[in-house]
């Protein structure tokens, strides 16, 4: 692909240029060097090319430390992040041309949106592209794809943990890996995601109801040091392809432009200083760590730090019954995207559930949760029996029950145990309140 250099080069630019500290990788007191994942959105239109949303990040919540109402950041991988910002950024342009119908140009860049009968939609030159800086956790990994050996495409409905490698020539969906005596998050792997965000597009079930589905035209993985990077580029494209089905998938290409907080650029730098230094073995006695923190930005808005789900340096204190303090909130968190939602749709004169909470809205989103239940195998299951089977799968895979019978869902579907949030956990209304049904 001809502009795999140019994508990955505009989100470096952009990172780089916000300055040393914050939340970006450093040296600890204890001399141990951090190490980090950046992805990126970048915005192709009328061969201009911008980026528009940018992140990094390693990190996922366990699942006793998710919140009610929707105040943390469950997922701060890089790749959940980017997207996170890039649909904001979607949201918030609409608005901009909406406000202002005669420019051709808004801040630089060309329209994008066009009115489609009852919604808004991309203009067919508009595409997105997946900037990372290495190959995503779970299936796409290096490790995974260098252990690649089975050629049978059948799906299995067995949720596997993180790195945990399977004896079986099916097709699993995957957890994010985490040390293995850590409590386990129930956050999909971002290879899973990205798959599930090929089929489905990137902006979730909200922004669906006002823009449609929003596809990744391509998917561009920083410089890999691959014996054979051609090998590597097909394995990729056939694990993708396995999830994926017979739909089309985003063109898949290696940048040659290295990422300086890389885990590969971090350690040339430590084993420099350091030549001793011990970058493999016990998490615990290594000088090469993961960073903590989490950044994330979209066009127009100031770099956001994170750490452990919420803002860098804020408070996490909440009153009983309510949300943590919107100066302690992401911005890209789920209660402040629905509340952004909400009030888009207000200005945009289109129509809006009084009162709903945010299950209730994402559900009336009906041909999207139509075709989400369908590529996860749960179009058998009745609606009010859902969130049960959905807890049931939860406490399963946390080891507290066994797993549901599998003739509950249909297992050949592509994405069959796929583990969501408890229903419980996304009960909340407009002001983060939990709603008890």
């Not at 998917?219 to 990729?236: M, S």
């Not at 100031?302 to 408070?315: F, L, S, W």
């Not at 195998?377 to 609606?383: A, E, V």
């Amino acid at each position: 692909m001809d502009h795999a250099d140019q994508i990955a080069r505009l989100c470096l630019q952009q990172y780089n240029s916000f300055g040393k500290g914050g939340a970006k990788p450093r040296i600890r007191q204890d001399g141990r060097y951090e190490w980090t994942v950046l992805a990126g959105i970048v915005l192709s239109v009328q061969s201009e090319w911008h980026c528009i949303a940018l992140a990094t990040g390693v990190k996922a919540l366990p699942f006793s430390h998710l919140s009610k109402h929707g105040d943390l950041l469950h997922d701060s991988h890089a790749e959940v992040l980017a997207r996170r910002a890039a649909r904001h950024w979607l949201l918030q342009r609409l608005l901009d041309e909406n406000d202002d119908l005669i420019s051709s140009h808004l801040k630089g860049i060309p329209r994008i949106f066009v009115r489609n009968d009852n919604r808004f939609g991309l203009i067919e030159d508009a595409h997105l592209h997946l900037y990372c800086s290495t190959l995503p956790c779970g299936d796409l990994s290096s490790s995974l794809i260098a252990d690649e050996k089975h050629d049978n495409e059948a799906p299995s409905p067995t949720v596997l943990r993180g790195r945990t490698m399977s004896s079986s020539t099916q097709t699993h969906i995957r957890t994010k890996p985490g040390r293995p005596d850590a409590e386990p998050s129930i956050s999909m792997s971002c290879s899973d995601k990205i798959a599930h965000w090929t089929l489905m597009g990137i902006q979730g079930a909200l922004l669906y109801g006002i823009i449609g589905k929003v596809s990744l035209q391509s998917y561009v993985i920083g410089n890999q040091a691959f014996p054979d990077q051609a090998d590597a580029l097909e394995k990729c494209q056939k694990m993708l392809r396995r999830k994926c089905g017979n739909g089309p998938i985003p063109q898949i290409a290696f940048a040659t432009l290295p990422f300086l907080h890389s885990r590969e650029s971090v350690q040339e730098d430590l084993l420099n200083h350091k030549p001793d230094a011990c970058v493999s073995g016990p998490s615990d006695e290594r000088d090469l760590v993961p960073s903590a923190n989490s950044l994330v930005w979209c066009l127009g808005a100031k770099p956001q730090g994170i750490v452990e789900g919420h803002r860098q340096g804020a408070a996490l204190r909440r009153s009983a019954g309510e949300p943590l303090r919107q100066s302690s909130r992401s911005t890209f968190c789920k209660l402040d995207w629905f509340r952004f939602v909400c009030d888009a749709k207000k200005r945009l004169d289109m129509q809006l559930t009084p009162n709903a909470t945010y299950s209730e809205c994402k559900e009336a989103i009906t041909e999207y949760r139509n075709h989400k239940d369908l590529l996860r195998g749960l179009s058998g299951i009745n609606s009010l029996d859902r969130p049960a089977y959905q807890q049931q799968s939860i406490n399963a895979f946390l080891g507290q029950q066994s797993f549901p019978s599998p003739s509950l869902i249909d297992s050949e579907a592509p994405f069959a145990g796929w583990l969501v949030s408890s229903h419980s956990l996304e009960q909340f209304n407009h002001n983060g309140h939990e709603i008890v049904q």
